[in-house]
Structures are given as C-alpha cells and as structure tokens.
C-alpha cells in the first residue's frame, strides 16, 4: 500500500551483503524502496510526502474508502538476534482531504526456546526501540545511511546548521555535558581538600 507498490499483494525485497543494487525506469518505485527502509527504521517521513497524505496510496485511484498499508523489516540487530518490526498504515478520504494515520507498530524476536514474541509498540516508541535494536544513533540514520537525495548536499552547508549536524552525528552534547559534569566534580573535591587537606579523592567520577 505504500506510493508506487500494491496494496493488495505483498512484496518482498532481500538485500544481499555486501551490496545490493536496485535498477529500474524513473517513477517505479526505487526511492521509495529506500524510504520504506527509512521509516521502519526511524518513522521519519519522507520529504514532500505532505505529512504523509502521498506516501500512501490515494484511495481515489483504487476506488476505496481508505488504503492500508503496511512495511515489515526483518533486520539482525546487533546481538546478531532475528528481528521483524511491523509498521502499519492507513489513508482515508475524507469530505475534502485525506487523512494520514501511523497505527501501532510490532516488533517480533524469537527467544532462546525458539518460540517467537510479538510486542506491540506505539510509533514514537518504535521510534526509539529500532535504532537501539539496530546500535545506530537517529542522526546517523537521518543523516548519512537514509539521506534523503534532496537533502544529500548538507555538507556544504555553512555555520550553525552544519554544526548543528555534525554535533548530533558524534554526539558531541553528550561529551560536553560529561565533561561539565567533571570539571563541577574537580572543582567541588578541590574546594573540600582546603577544608580538609586528609580527604580521599575517589578513583572514580560518574557521569
């Protein structure tokens, strides 16, 4: 049911290590193969997708009150454990727009029994569980593996919004904050040792 594939047929796409390369005229579907993989990985929307409306397919062309769609990822995460996250879909023709809506999500595994468990997830929840299932930040995913080609030239970009990037990309915040976090922790320990000139320093400093 998304943009350029059926929604009543299912189709399946394996990707083959180290690279798989995807061929076809302009307008079949490619791209949004792509966004498909971008979206069950961080829910991030397309580009020009208007909030959605024209990810999906208009239920106009097929005659239908409302089209559901529906992408399924199966992955390795990074314990090497096979995954399946599920996200699911609808559009439906209103008066006079449609209406976009991301249902809840579901994430299966198979356990040490081999028994499989399905979790259901809320999309924002989704959100953050693919990318940690994964080991790969959300900056990383938006930014350099999913880069959408519209967006590919952010790194000519100048001043604060190629900073912005880059700070997100190595999470640069998170060193900062550590360390703040240690200098704070220096300068109180420095300040109680010309109290008290016999006090211990620990080894260890938490962040």
Request: glycine share 6%; proline share 5%; net charge positive.
């Amino acid at each position: 049911g998304i943009r350029a594939f059926s929604p009543d047929s299912e189709q399946v796409i394996e990707f083959s290590s180290p690279l798989t390369m995807i061929v076809g005229a302009n307008g079949c579907g490619k791209t949004t193969i792509i966004e498909c993989l971008k979206y069950a990985c961080s829910g991030s929307l397309p580009p020009g997708s208007g909030k959605g409306q024209s990810f999906i397919n208009d239920p106009q062309m097929s005659g239908k009150p409302e089209v559901k769609a529906s992408i399924k990822l199966r992955f390795a995460n990074r314990k090497g454990h096979k995954m399946v996250a599920t996200r699911n879909f609808s559009l439906t023709q209103k008066k006079n727009t449609l209406q976009f809506r991301a249902l809840d999500g579901a994430i299966t595994t198979t356990n040490e029994d081999g028994e499989r468990i399905s979790t259901s997830h809320k999309c924002t929840d989704m959100d953050r569980e693919i990318p940690r299932h994964l080991g790969v930040s959300d900056a990383i995913l938006e930014n350099v593996i999913f880069c959408h080609q519209e967006d590919s030239s952010w790194p000519l970009q100048e001043g604060k919004e190629l900073k912005t990037r880059f700070d997100d990309i190595f999470e640069s915040t998170r060193y900062t904050k550590a360390m703040e976090s240690v200098k704070k922790a220096k300068k109180e320990y420095s300040a109680k040792l010309q109290v008290n000139p016999n006090l211990s320093i620990p080894h260890k400093i938490h962040t």
